[in-house]
């Protein structure tokens, strides 16, 4: 994905909330069903993007993501919030709650 591309994901009035996962990761996949929750939830009030870092290697490491998975929100083009590894589903919504 080309750097302008994920920049112009990551631009705009609605928070962004990115899951850097990889397909090899264990918590990576016992997270993606709260994100897909989540996106389901947020249907509307924010958008939810999933980024492998083994295919998109250059915005990771853009980003300096270490570890998988790694959850950040973004708003309006700048990083608001940062979380890594397999966290409750609540702290994700708090966190989009308080930038949406």
């Given at each position: 994905?080309?750097?302008?591309?994920?920049?112009s994901l990551?631009?705009?009035?609605?928070?962004?909330?990115?899951?850097?996962?990889?397909?090899?990761?264990?918590?990576?996949?016992?997270?993606?069903?709260?994100?897909?929750?989540?996106?389901?939830?947020?249907?509307?009030?924010?958008?939810?993007?999933?980024i492998d870092?083994?295919?998109?290697?250059?915005?990771?490491?853009?980003?300096?993501?270490?570890?998988?998975?790694?959850?950040?929100?973004?708003k309006e083009?700048?990083?608001?919030?940062?979380?890594?590894?397999?966290?409750?589903?609540?702290?994700?919504?708090?966190?989009?709650?308080?930038?949406?």
């Open positions: 994905m080309p750097k302008t591309t994920f920049q990551i631009e705009g009035p609605k928070p962004v909330l990115i899951d850097f996962h990889a397909e090899w990761c264990g918590p990576c996949k016992s997270m993606s069903p709260v994100i897909k929750d989540i996106a389901g939830k947020y249907s509307g009030k924010a958008r939810v993007i999933k870092i083994d295919k998109n290697p250059e915005i990771a490491n853009q980003y300096q993501v270490r570890g998988v998975p790694t959850f950040m929100i973004f083009g700048k990083m608001v919030w940062r979380e890594s590894g397999a966290i409750p589903a609540g702290m994700i919504t708090k966190a989009l709650d308080q930038f949406s």
